[in-house]
């Protein structure tokens, strides 16, 4: 049974400047590794929460 490997670079914002490997199809884990939707919700502003009061 061949193993299927799953590449983390096609989800980096950094993959088309990262000079770390050229095997960018077998990297399974990285150091500089940042994901564009991770990055898009850490710099979302943060949503007002509504309190309810409870004797209401």
Do not use: G, W
Request: some cysteine; glycine content about 0%.
């Amino acid at each position: 049974m061949k193993k299927t490997i799953y590449s983390i670079c096609t989800e980096c914002v950094h993959c088309n400047a990262c000079v770390l490997t050229t095997q960018k199809e077998k990297v399974s884990s990285c150091s500089e590794f940042e994901s564009a939707l991770f990055l898009e919700m850490a710099n979302r502003p943060k949503q007002k929460t509504k309190t309810t009061d409870p004797c209401y």
